[in-house]
């Protein structure tokens, strides 16, 4: 029986969420209006079915989203007139995202849930999920030059104009669906009586198989054997856990303490650094969570150290948990967080990784991450330390083999391993464009503490923004394929209009790259003799026959109380060519370690750029 007090219920809490949803996915309040309408309409039709899992509203939204773009097809991003600004610029702003990036946007600000649901609902991968949501991120800061991560108050003046529009009451919308089940029924009644007409019913038991109450086939005057299904995967235990004991020996670090250990239902589950979801398997069978922290102590640094441990129901799913828990520090999102090292683990369960970043600016923290899956089980360390202290990802490895180890104790474990060994391998891929920097990469300026790096989307180079008047180097023409430019700035900060950094790739044969190389090099090279008032400091210089990188600091006066100094390089691994150009303000500066240092993480991401003709 479907009950009117359970649909109201949810009609006066989901009603004016959904609508503000709507409004922002399509700008186009009347559609909105009624496409919510219609979903809710459909909704008591299928009242059992949309309730069926306590959650009807995450069953009405895909359908008032797909009624909206529908009734608003006419146009692809319609301008209400007479808004405010802000709410003007918000509709502006997400209207230049893809439709994907909009939608998980939306639902990641705006509605509850984890980030595997949002992907399932949108039709797209936890990975591909997790790049729109980077890429939707960075674009709106851009476009709305935000300071801060966007958030539910962005939104806040469209959710002001849906405050004011009425809607109708709920004993209407029921009437409206009640309606269309008559007229489903009645069209059905109509359809089965043709078929059966036209083709009959024929019913036969040729082998003597009939069906049974307890859903098992049985043949005539045999009861055959029921099968179980499998057992679930047995929980984790908290005894599989790191101990206190165990963290202090292996982490620096004096006075350790044993927090809490609990199964992250609480809350919002965002329990370490730069995770994004709750779980990294949403399908997992069990989740625990245990944390330690150093006690305060005077000129000691505060650490702490967190661990999630995951089971999956299969080795498979284990697996994706893995490189979802990777991902997350891979590409991390979090302000001002910059990826310094990736390396593989050997000899410790199945597969292993760790990963060393830094948050920069105040309160400047280390950060460690270790990820290992044995069997069906995935564990993450993430330890924690205040300052800029060096890091120290073999003693993050060692406790990741103790974690393991526990681990192994449960049926369910694979490969424990023994001493663990690091070895360094490129980043993992992140992004829009794999083969080209993300914001993870990017090292701090000075004087610039409150505010981080955003990106442009990738697109194609037409014109190098990375040239320099030295060099005037242009990625387009024959034989060039793959060829693509961003930019990156720091919405907010208040800088000149010619500060950023900028990244130009593309891939031509590498006899013809090698030579383009040495064509910029010349350039530069020749520049001050070229360029009146220009000079020329190379700060970085390595060649080979499969790689190329080269730095330069140049100094071009414009006037003669004013002149503009760029870093720039250009770095090749095999067919695959970059440049790279930094143009600094007078207070916000990048060190030439650092810029090099960009350059050389830059080579590391360049060999994912497709060879030419692919």
């Not at 790739?505 to 590498?510: C, D, E, F, I, N």
Request: proline share 6%; with cysteine; aromatic share 4%.
């Amino acid at each position: 029986m479907r009950d009117p007090e359970e649909f109201d219920a949810c009609y006066q809490a989901a009603r004016t969420r959904l609508l503000l949803q709507t409004y922002a996915l399509t700008g186009d309040l009347p559609a909105a209006r009624s496409a919510v309408n219609d979903a809710f309409a459909v909704a008591w039709h299928h009242w059992r079915k949309a309730n069926r899992h306590g959650d009807p509203e995450s069953w009405i939204r895909p359908i008032a989203w797909s009624h909206a773009q529908r009734r608003h097809s006419a146009r692809i991003w319609h301008r209400e007139k007479g808004l405010a600004p802000e709410a003007q610029a918000t509709l502006e702003a997400l209207g230049k995202l893809s439709v994907d990036q909009r939608k998980i946007l939306l639902l990641t600000v705006l509605a509850t849930g984890t980030l595997a649901d949002f992907a399932r609902e949108v039709g797209l991968t936890r990975e591909d999920a997790e790049r729109e949501l980077q890429t939707a991120t960075s674009q709106l800061a851009i476009h709305l030059d935000l300071g801060t991560p966007v958030a539910r108050a962005l939104f806040d003046p469209l959710a002001d104009i849906v405050a004011d529009v009425r809607l109708p009451r709920a004993s209407i919308l029921r009437r409206a669906g009640a309606a269309r089940r008559r007229t489903h029924t009645a069209v059905g009644v109509v359809v089965a009586v043709a078929a059966l007409v036209v083709t009959g019913t024929v019913v036969t038991d040729t082998d003597g198989v009939h069906p049974t109450l307890d859903r098992d086939l049985q043949t005539a005057g045999q009861q055959g054997p029921r099968t179980e299904a499998p057992p679930p995967p047995p929980p984790l235990s908290e005894e599989a856990l790191l101990s206190v004991e165990q963290v202090a020996d292996v982490v620096p670090g004096r006075a350790w303490t044993e927090g809490s250990t609990h199964d992250n239902t609480a809350g919002d589950g965002l329990v370490l650094p730069c995770q994004l979801a709750r779980y990294a398997d949403s399908r997992g069978s069990t989740a625990l969570v245990r944390d330690f922290a150093t006690a305060p102590l005077p000129r000691e640094p505060a650490r702490s150290t967190t661990q999630l441990a995951e089971a999956s129901a299969s080795e498979e799913a284990a697996h994706r948990a893995f490189r979802t828990s990777l991902r997350w520090f891979a590409g991390c999102t979090e302000d001002r967080t910059q990826l310094l090292t990736t390396q593989r683990v050997l000899g410790v369960g199945d597969e292993a990784m760790v990963l060393t970043l830094r948050r920069w600016g105040a309160g400047a923290t280390t950060l460690v991450a270790a990820v290992a899956r044995t069997g069906q089980l995935t564990t993450t360390t993430v330890t924690s330390v205040a300052g800029t202290e060096r890091a120290r990802p073999r003693s993050a490895a060692q406790l990741l083999g103790t974690a393991v180890a526990d681990l192994c104790t449960l049926p369910d474990a694979g490969g424990c391993g023994s001493a663990p060994e690091l070895k360094d391998v490129p980043p993992l891929p992140v992004g829009v464009v794999p083969a080209m920097l993300d914001t993870v990469d990017l090292p701090p300026v000075s004087n610039v503490r409150r505010r981080t790096w955003a990106g442009t989307e990738p697109r194609q180079a037409r014109t190098n923004l990375a040239a320099t008047r030295c060099d005037d180097a242009r990625f387009r023409g024959a034989g060039w394929s793959t060829n693509l430019t961003r930019t990156f700035l720091i919405p907010g900060a208040k800088l000149p209009a010619e500060f950023g950094l900028t990244q130009t790739v593309g891939a031509l044969s590498k006899r013809r790259a090698r030579a383009f190389v040495e064509d910029v090099r010349q350039s530069v090279r020749a520049c001050p003799e070229e360029q009146l008032g220009t000079d020329v400091r190379q700060v970085a210089d390595r060649r080979s026959a499969d790689e190329d990188l080269t730095a330069w600091q140049v100094s071009t006066e414009v006037s003669d109380d004013r002149s503009v100094e760029y870093r720039m390089a250009i770095i090749r691994t095999g067919t695959a060519v970059a440049q790279i150009a930094y143009i600094p303000s007078a207070d916000v500066r990048m060190t030439d370690d650092a810029f090099v240092a960009l350059a050389e993480r830059a080579l590391q991401r360049l060999p994912r750029l497709p060879r030419p003709g692919r």
